[in-house]
């Protein structure tokens, strides 16, 4: 069964480490994080853009393929499944479609507009028992035209949007989606430092945890992030790995043009991407 983030992330923030959320595009994928979650006995956030959940024809398809492999794979891990990156409407459809979280970035409008459109959202989330996150300081991208730094949020309107009930904080420190640009500065452990301090308790949220050194992602643990966003290494290693089985000719001997047999090495290499993420994050055994 789904379960809401809330437990797991307050147990991460005060044990210490972080949980990855590995965004999801297909059953390849889905079925990759959730079998290395059980293996490892870690807990696990499957998170849904809204572009993905279009691409898999809709959020009800995408909640009744979770719950199918949770049963049907016997997953005992907490899993939560989560919309990532979420428009208000957004929000509200994911509710109605059965995810047991949400995300509603609203980091894009006026500080005040944030806070009600916030606020509604997380009086929805309580009554149905469903864990919220909030951003502050929007989270940019190479493909945004962001190069070298990224975006650092206010720590005083963090403490505000944290203040409204949320159940986790993503805050811009520097972080970029996608991957980072040879010329990035690096975290802003300062901005990560006074947020910390004024939100005390809330679990933080990393986005954009593909490049970043892991160094700093252990630092980031030690200074509140409980969250780590992971979607483009994925992407990149399936990439890969599928790239390599066709340009060895292996698509063309014998059956191996069988979508089982094509898509395997790919399906592999998301396992040990989100299994070293895993063992990076400080998850495993914490299920
Ligand atoms: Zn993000």
């Known amino acids: 069964m789904l379960v809401s983030a809330e437990d797991m992330l307050k147990k991460a923030k005060a044990g210490h480490y972080a949980?990855?959320?590995?965004?999801?595009?297909?059953?390849e994928w889905t079925k990759a994080i959730l079998m290395t979650a059980q293996e490892l006995n870690s807990p696990v956030i499957l998170g849904v853009s809204e572009?993905?959940?279009?691409?898999?024809?809709?959020?009800?398809?995408?909640v009744g393929m979770v719950n199918g492999m949770l049963e049907e794979m016997n997953i005992t891990v907490p899993v939560a499944?989560?919309?990532?990156?979420?428009?208000?409407?957004?929000?509200?459809?994911?509710?109605?479609?059965?995810?047991?979280?949400?995300?509603?970035?609203?980091?894009?409008?006026?500080?005040?507009?944030?806070?009600?459109?916030?606020t509604e959202l997380v009086k929805i989330a309580k009554e149905k028992g469903l864990s919220i996150e909030a951003e502050v300081g929007a989270i940019g991208g190479e493909e945004d035209g962001v190069i070298g730094k990224g975006e650092c949020a206010d720590p005083k309107e963090c403490k505000a949007i944290a203040d409204l009930g949320v159940t986790m904080l993503a805050a811009g420190i520097g972080n970029i989606h996608g991957?980072?640009?040879?010329?990035?500065?690096?975290?802003?452990?300062?901005?990560?430092?006074?947020?910390?301090?004024?939100?005390?308790?809330?679990?933080?949220?990393?986005?954009?945890g593909t490049g970043i050194p892991a160094d700093m992602i252990k630092k980031a643990i030690t200074l509140g992030v409980a969250k780590i966003n992971v979607n483009t290494e994925c992407q990149l290693s399936f990439a890969e790995a599928t790239r390599k089985y066709i340009e060895d000719g292996k698509d063309l001997q014998g059956k191996g043009f069988d979508p089982r047999k094509l898509l395997a090495p790919g399906f592999e290499a998301i396992k040990a991407t989100v299994k070293e993420k895993m063992e990076l994050f400080g998850s495993v055994g914490k299920a």
């Not at 949980?19 to 059953?27: C, D, E, H, P, S």
């Not at 957004?90 to 507009?113: Q, R, T």
């Open 179 to 208: 991957k980072y640009p040879d010329n990035w500065e690096g975290l802003s452990f300062e901005t990560l430092e006074a947020i910390q301090q004024l939100t005390g308790e809330m679990p933080l949220v990393l986005h954009g």
């Open 81 to 118: 499944l989560h919309l990532d990156h979420g428009s208000y409407d957004g929000c509200l459809k994911c509710i109605e479609a059965g995810f047991s979280s949400i995300m509603f970035d609203g980091s894009h409008y006026p500080i005040d507009e944030n806070v009600a459109k916030t």
């Open 19 to 27: 949980v990855g959320q590995f965004n999801i595009n297909n059953l």
């Open 51 to 62: 572009g993905a959940g279009k691409y898999m024809t809709g959020y009800k398809t995408v």
